[in-house]
């Protein structure tokens, strides 16, 4: 099982980036895939999911702004972030819950997002 | 929000000895508890679930105990590759879950 982000960058404030996540070893069509950010301040946060079944969900943080959608073709999720701010400034991680209770068993490198101007 | 508490921040333990990391749940979690282990420069890695049940890999060493609000990590023999921090994270209610500000492990 292996999780590899990208997408992460420098953007200002109110713009917008798409981070991607393949997966290989598994089939994210049947899996539950979070998105999971870390910055020195807020520590850990969950972000958003997308289930086995396609539904989704974001943190009330980012509700709104954020989607999250899949490629079953390519084994790849997404995570649409627009209307940035800079209190998103964060590590993403792709994370892989292979129970469906929300135990994080393995998890991407991260990708470093910079909200800035 | 389940707010997670960990206690102490830092720890510092020499080799071969025992550490033992807290965390509590701001309201009752069951056992709905995880530990993690980040290395600097690393993701987080899964190290025990349930409260007590080691994830795949992890050695014996590694124990976790506690349900409802107060939970308990012990490294029973540190070892060099265990100092990083720890952090606790509850899963009471999918999707939601949230972490603990996690304690960092230090050589003595």
């Known amino acids: 099982v292996q999780l590899e982000e990208s997408g992460g960058g420098l953007v200002q404030p109110g713009g917008s980036l798409r981070l991607s996540c393949v997966a290989s070893g598994f089939p994210v069509a049947n899996s539950y895939i979070f998105w999971v950010r870390q910055t020195p301040g807020k520590g850990l946060e969950w972000v958003s999911v997308i289930s086995a079944a396609a539904t989704t969900t974001v943190a009330d943080s980012a509700e709104g702004r954020f989607t999250v959608s899949r490629d079953n073709s390519e084994n790849k999720v997404y995570l649409q972030m627009n209307s940035l701010r800079s209190e998103d400034t964060a590590v993403y991680y792709c994370?892989?819950?292979?129970?469906?209770?929300?135990?994080?068993?393995?998890w991407g490198h991260g990708t470093l997002v910079t909200v800035s101007s | 929000e389940i707010v997670m508490t960990q206690s102490p921040a830092n720890l510092s333990v020499s080799p071969g000895e025992r550490a033992t990391l807290s965390c509590r749940a701001s309201q009752s979690v069951g056992s709905n508890l995880a530990w993690y282990q980040q290395k600097p420069g690393q993701a987080p890695r899964l190290l025990l679930y349930g409260a007590s049940t080691r994830a795949t890999g992890i050695p014996t060493r590694f124990s976790g105990s506690g349900s409802g609000t107060e939970f308990t990590l012990t490294i029973s023999s540190l070892q060099s590759e265990d100092f990083a921090v720890y952090f606790c994270q509850q899963y009471n209610k999918w999707p939601v879950s949230t972490f603990g500000q996690g304690t960092k492990l230090e050589t003595k």
């Open positions: 994370v892989k819950d292979s129970s469906g209770w929300g135990i994080f068993d393995s």
